[in-house]
């Protein structure tokens, strides 16, 4: 209908057709479909679009690990357009899967790793992506945080721990030694108890929260049946399949 048509005289013409068949506009599903197109809020169906992904890192990226031992590439891939031409800091990397996506939509990226085995393949790793804005930390977070966009990481309790990473990152720009504006994405795994705990104490903080629907059941699984043929992996791990089909919570912080 124009736009011009008065309201009145749309709800006569939708209303019509379904008196002549004897039936209420409410009882048709026809009816139904055309009062949804004609008169739902253009800001509700826009809203309703789930935008694209800018790319996919389960596609883009030769995973060397598999959830939950890292984080879900789903995701990875949903945060992408909060990293996008941002520089970002990821706090314990591990072997890196995460960060080689990320690296290729931020600005800049900084993988922060402690331990020393980690960030000898991170290392390596950044040669062979041959990416000129990755760069490795072989530090605690507490002893060397770069400045940064964005600090985002999955807690591993005790050494990582989101309300320690929050306090002292706070520090720091108290200091001067992170930019004011700077935020953090958290990464929370709702089948882990430690994870959900730290979501309801930090929820009313939030600026935002997403929810990450994965499945990377059938990865875990046949790399898990490798690594325990191999020996890098103990037979009572078995179990950690488990946890590689869920849902993770995603939140942006300030601090």
């Known amino acids: 209908f124009p736009q011009r048509t008065p309201w009145r005289s749309i709800r006569q013409e939708v209303r019509r057709p379904f008196v002549m068949w004897g039936k209420a506009p409410s009882q048709t599903l026809a009816a139904l479909l055309v009062y949804l197109f004609y008169f739902m809020p253009v800001e509700s169906l826009e809203s309703s679009n789930v935008s694209q992904p800018i790319l996919d890192c389960q596609q883009r990226v030769k995973a060397m690990d598999f959830s939950p031992i890292r984080s879900p590439q789903a995701v990875q891939t949903a945060i992408l357009s909060r990293l996008q031409d941002k520089d970002v800091v990821e706090i314990g990397t591990r072997t890196g899967d995460s960060v ?139 179990d950690i399949c488990s946890r590689a089909k869920g849902v993770f919570s995603v939140g942006g912080f300030g601090f």
Not at 105 to 117: C, D, L, M, P, Y
Not at 162 to 167: G, P, Q, S
Not at 204 to 215: F, G, H, I, K, T
Request: glycine letters at 2%; charged letters at 25%.
């Open 100 to 238: 080689a996506c990320y690296a290729q939509v931020a600005r800049s990226t900084v993988a922060v790793e402690a331990e020393r085995k980690y960030c000898r393949h991170l290392m390596r790793r950044s040669l062979v992506l041959q990416l000129n804005n990755f760069s490795v930390v072989c530090h605690k977070y507490q002893d060397r945080c770069p400045d940064g966009d964005v600090y985002t990481w999955w807690q591993q309790p005790p050494m990582l721990r989101n309300e320690e990473v929050l306090r002292h990152l706070t520090s720091l720009k108290r200091k001067g030694l992170v930019r004011p504006d700077a935020q953090a994405v958290v990464l929370f795994d709702q089948a882990f108890s430690h994870d959900m705990r730290s979501l309801q104490a930090l929820r009313r903080n939030a600026l935002w929260l997403m929810e990450v629907p994965y499945d990377e059941m059938g990865v875990c699984q046949r790399s898990l049946r490798s690594a325990i043929a191999k020996g890098t992996v103990a037979r009572k791990a078995k």
